[in-house]
């Protein structure tokens, strides 16, 4: 179990009645006291705001679903309480699973080509946001696994499983009822996952981390794709 940060102060005094009187009306005496037991906290915000999209991995086999579809990404805020340093990162905050196949009406349905017809694919989101809050807040530190290659936080909510994922999503097997926030930054999450590892050892302990998600205006149900994976349709709750 790791102690504390001991913060330590420095009193002098000439008052007999004090508790950091050194005897004899030294005034110049110098007492070490132990002021406060100080533990520090990482905090990780996930936001409402859209800055991007990145292509992620569907898990399918089949030749006849895309093997990638593109998804929405939201800023990510990191920080602590000791050195305030902000770190800005890219993250999913919805999980995509395949539903159904579609073809869409055409010229080559018209004359009978069906197999010509442009084919499109329904992913179904499984998305996690705050129910009661417009901000929810959950302590994570209890829960996570780390390495230089990999960086996972789990919690629960309400019977839900939730997953706070950096590292090469090649090895994120992706599970039903299970929602995942995946990190996203130029080299497999390693710039996330050095962050975390130098504030854990700027501040001497492993710290607190706390996960802040902002609840957005609109959710979205599902996506429609092509077969190359490029959103188009998004079909929102």
């Known amino acids: ?24 009306g030294e005034g110049d005496v110098v007492v070490r006291t132990d002021s406060a037991l100080k533990k520090h906290t990482i905090s990780i915000i996930i ?4 800055v991007g ?32 340093e902000k770190e800005i990162y890219k993250v999913t905050r919805d999980t995509f699973f395949f539903k159904e196949k579609t073809t869409k009406k055409g010229i080559w349905s018209f004359f009978g080509l069906k197999f010509l017809a442009p084919k499109n694919f329904l ?25 230089n290659e990999e960086l996972c936080y789990t919690f629960q909510k309400e019977n839900q499983n939730i997953q706070l994922f950096a ?8 599970e039903k009822g299970t929602s995942y ?13 050095g962050d975390i590892l130098y504030r854990e050892k700027f501040l001497k302990l492993t710290p607190k ?22 959103m188009d349709r998004v079909i929102y709750i």
């Open 53 to 84: 999209t990145v292509n992620l991995k569907t898990f399918f086999e089949s030749s006849e679903i895309p093997v990638e579809i593109e998804v929405p990404t939201y800023q990510m805020i990191v920080t602590d309480d000791k050195t305030n």
């Open 167 to 174: 590292g090469d999503i090649n090895t994120l097997k992706i």
């Open 1 to 24: 179990m790791p102690f504390p940060e001991l913060n330590l102060s420095l009193g002098l005094t000439d008052n007999k009645g004090s508790v950091f009187y050194a005897g004899s």
């Open 123 to 147: 992913f179904e989101n499984i998305p996690f946001e705050p129910l009661k809050e417009e901000i929810e807040v959950f302590d994570i530190s209890k829960y996570r696994k780390l390495n």
């Open 47 to 50: 936001s409402e705001q859209e």
């Open 209 to 230: 981390v706390t996960l802040s998600i902002i609840k957005r205006k609109k959710v979205s149900k599902a996506i429609e794709t092509g077969y190359n994976g490029k």
């Open 181 to 193: 926030f995946i990190v996203v930054d130029e080299n497999k999450g390693k710039r996330f996952i």
